[in-house]
């Protein structure tokens, strides 16, 4: 591991905890994991796509969404990537190389290679509805947001960067684009249509619905709302406010399974629902049962009894599986997710990258025992004694594990290039953990075992240093009963303290 990264990167936070194999992993191998998807996304390996290159849209939004704290200047590179590759309609094109977009590479002449594909045509770049994927585009406003909250920049929202079809906007317009593109594509019962492909690729509802993008969608306003307000836009607070209402109003008249007390995965372009009580294959799935409740658009109660759901049907020791039972028939109105193998991939595996949903889920839920179950099932540290099932290194996430309706149930597959490692150390230390910022400061709200005494973590933010002490007299998951700074009482979020200072926060929960 390289020392800048072990003493410069990772020293920008480290926790000391109760649990060894997440110290390990939060303090030093999961962040490097993450901001090597960032550099790389998903082209540096054959192992994982063979002659792709460019940047996945999704991928890197996400990727860098856990990393402006580590490498700012990364991030905000990869933004403006992201922010040129979307088009004036709104929607990312799903996989682009970024210079094709960047002024400076202009009359730069692409490299040749036999063993990638050849490089498209300037009319081939820009790829229509048919194939753009409903949530690509979503994941800038959050990542944008959580990229400000860390530096500060807040110039940076009024920016104007070109669209990748011409024409220019700021970085504030671009993101009320991406918005208004989901609102402007739902299906019949207002809920936002899955086009390709939504998160899963091989859920191809086409002009069906996706109940996970329009869960997506309600959180991206939710952050968008925060922004709005913090920058004093307040016609577009009540129009984005009015928006998630609708979205939120739809996805509970709408997607709640009675009967099976869980978010169904969406309905095919014929009206048929995926993901029901009714069903035998494809009965709860994964996505749609975490971004209800990560999202905050449902009910407490509701939220709860999905993600009981969850853990009743798709918990192993491995860590949770993307749906069960597997697809055993193929249906092409719900896509090629039918037609996979059972047990691999996205047909009935464990799909790493949307586990630490559930840590999120549960932390947000209160649940602070099941958010570490999940955490700890999927750890790969945890699995260092079962290399001969798992196979793969065990400080790496992967991309999948094999599911219980496979044989070579357990086994680890595509280790390093995978999403999984950006969302592990977002949400383990933003939720689990609770240390993460707001456009006000500083938050500090954990849910942790019950059996946990308490944790410390050293957080470096804007050129000050936090040193937080985290107590649990009372063994709870959740509350946060006092908070001190240097000795002083204070509510809310911590605002920014001198640049070069050393401050203490004490917190005790109860």
């Given at each position: 591991m390289p020392s800048r990264l072990t003493d410069e990167r990772c020293a920008k936070f480290q926790v000391k905890s109760p649990n060894e194999g997440l110290d390990t992993m939060l303090n030093t191998w999961t962040l490097y994991q993450a901001e090597t998807c960032v550099v790389w996304s998903r082209f540096a390996s054959f192992i994982e796509v063979g002659g792709r290159t460019g940047l996945g849209y999704r991928d890197t939004a996400q990727d860098a969404m856990a990393v402006p704290h580590s490498a700012p200047a990364m991030t905000r590179k990869r933004i403006v990537d992201l922010l040129r590759g979307q088009v004036k309609a709104g929607y990312g094109l799903h996989l682009f190389d970024p210079d094709w977009f960047d002024p400076e590479k202009a009359d730069v002449e692409p490299s040749k290679s036999p063993t990638v594909v050849p490089t498209p045509s300037d009319e081939d770049k820009i790829h229509g509805i048919a194939d753009t994927c409903s949530d690509d585009h979503l994941w800038l406003v959050p990542t944008i947001c959580r990229y400000v909250m860390e530096t500060g920049e807040t110039d940076f929202f009024d920016e104007v960067i070109p669209y990748a079809d011409g024409g220019n906007a700021t970085v504030y317009e671009h993101m009320k684009a991406a918005l208004n593109f989901t609102d402007e594509h739902v299906g019949a019962t207002g809920i936002a249509k899955g086009l390709r492909a939504d998160w899963n690729d091989c859920l191809n509802l086409g002009g069906g619905e996706s109940s996970m993008v329009a869960f997506l969608h309600y959180w991206a306003l939710q952050d968008f709302v925060d922004l709005a307000r913090n920058r004093g836009e307040l016609d577009d607070v009540a129009y984005y406010q009015q928006m998630a209402q609708k979205v939120q109003d739809a996805c509970e008249t709408h997607l709640w399974d009675e009967d099976g007390g869980w978010y169904i995965r969406g309905i095919t372009k014929n009206g048929d629902k995926v993901g029901t009580s009714k069903q035998t294959e494809g009965k709860v799935h994964l996505e749609s049962n975490t971004w209800a409740v990560v999202s905050g658009a449902v009910s407490e109660e509701r939220g709860k009894k999905a993600m009981d759901a969850v853990d009743e049907y798709l918990y192993s020791d491995f860590g949770l599986h993307l749906n069960a039972p597997s697809f055993a028939t193929p249906n092409d109105d719900i896509g090629f997710v039918t037609r996979v193998y059972q047990g691999v991939k996205e047909n009935g595996a464990i799909f790493s990258h949307p586990n630490p949903w559930a840590w999120?889920?549960?932390?947000?839920?209160?649940?602070?025992?099941?958010?570490?179950?999940?955490?700890?099932?999927?750890?790969?540290?945890?699995?260092?004694?079962?290399?001969?099932?798992?196979?793969?290194?065990?400080?790496?996430?992967?991309?999948?594990?094999?599911?219980?309706?496979?044989?070579?149930?357990?086994?680890?597959?595509?280790?390093?290039?995978?999403?999984?490692?950006?969302?592990?150390?977002?949400?383990?230390?933003?939720?689990?953990?609770?240390?993460?910022?707001?456009?006000?400061?500083?938050?500090?709200?954990?849910?942790?075992?019950?059996e946990w005494p308490g944790f410390e973590v050293t957080r470096q933010w804007r050129g000050a240093t936090y040193q937080i002490k985290v107590d649990n007299p009372s063994n709870v998951s959740k509350g946060v009963k006092s908070i001190t700074l240097n000795g002083e009482a204070i509510e809310g979020a911590i605002p920014p303290q001198a640049e070069g200072s050393v401050n203490h926060v004490h917190v005790v929960l109860g």
């Open positions: 999120v889920a549960e932390a947000k839920l209160g649940r602070g025992d099941q958010a570490m179950k999940y955490y700890d099932a999927l750890n790969p540290y945890n699995q260092n004694d079962m290399i001969e099932t798992r196979i793969t290194e065990p400080y790496s996430y992967v991309q999948f594990i094999m599911g219980r309706d496979h044989q070579d149930h357990g086994r680890a597959n595509h280790p390093w290039l995978t999403g999984t490692s950006g969302w592990a150390y977002f949400a383990a230390t933003n939720y689990i953990l609770g240390v993460r910022l707001s456009f006000d400061g500083l938050v500090v709200d954990p849910c942790i075992p019950t």
